[in-house]
């Protein structure tokens, strides 16, 4: 199976919980909208939850058949009146770009097999050899998959948009996205304390042209087409 999935940063309204507390009126704001969405054509399934370290900020994958699916949806009169509605939660415009994750469908993001997924995201060089610095990166989650306890699964892809990034070039970064799933956000930083981590936490780090790296929790729960 094939498909590409949208990767979206929300910038909640202070206190707006919309997939914790589904019976508020945020909450309905974001079924009514995930229901919308996974009606359209190619839309297969969605992931969403907070940010463990900043509650304001929520993370959102939703599966696609393909790229032209999601930007058809976009263009349709039903997008305008639901970005409208949206507006009683978000207080900023949504962040996004699609990536090929793999393996797809990426159903390790889902909370009922990773309790907690850790979000990386690398902002590299625009004109980074991607095959290199994925097979560096690639080490050290070897090293997690066969040593750390609470490892849930991994996926894995390349932004296919440039992202606004101010440590790169231009302004603009090549983004490479891996998505851990672990039982809880405390093995996970337990593992990171570890001589083992610490001694391999270099093949990232060090990765050629990589200019920016960011690493988050999220509790993802997963939404389908009813």
């Not at 508020?24 to 996974?38: F, R």
């Not at 207080?91 to 009922?112: C, G, N």
Request: aromatic content about 8%; some cysteine; glycine content about 8%.
């Amino acid at each position: 199976m094939s498909g590409v999935t949208e990767i979206a940063i929300c910038y909640l309204k202070p206190g707006a919980d919309p997939v914790g507390n589904p019976d508020s009126a945020e909450g309905k704001i974001m079924q009514d909208t995930l229901s919308l969405v996974l009606q359209q054509k190619g839309a297969q399934r969605a992931f969403a939850g907070k940010e463990e370290e900043n509650p304001n900020v929520l993370r959102l994958f939703i599966d696609w058949d393909k790229v032209e699916d999601h930007i058809d949806f976009t263009k349709s009169e039903a997008y305008g009146p639901m970005v409208k509605s949206l507006g009683a939660v978000l207080d900023a415009p949504i962040v996004y770009f699609h990536s090929p994750l793999k393996p797809f469908p990426p159903t390790t993001l889902s909370k009922t097999i990773s309790p907690m997924t850790e979000i990386l995201t690398c902002h590299f060089d625009p004109s980074v050899d991607t095959n290199a610095a994925q097979s560096s990166i690639k080490k050290l989650i070897s090293v997690i998959e066969t040593n750390a306890p609470g490892y849930k699964g991994y996926v894995e892809g390349w932004g296919e948009e440039l992202q606004e990034n101010d440590k790169s070039p231009g302004g603009k970064s090549k983004v490479y996205i891996g998505c851990l799933g672990w039982n809880s956000k405390e093995e996970h930083m337990n593992f990171r304390e570890t001589q083992l981590f610490k001694d391999n936490v270099h093949h990232i780090l060090d990765a050629h042209q990589l200019k920016d790296v960011q690493m988050v929790h999220a509790s993802l729960l997963e939404y389908h087409d009813a």
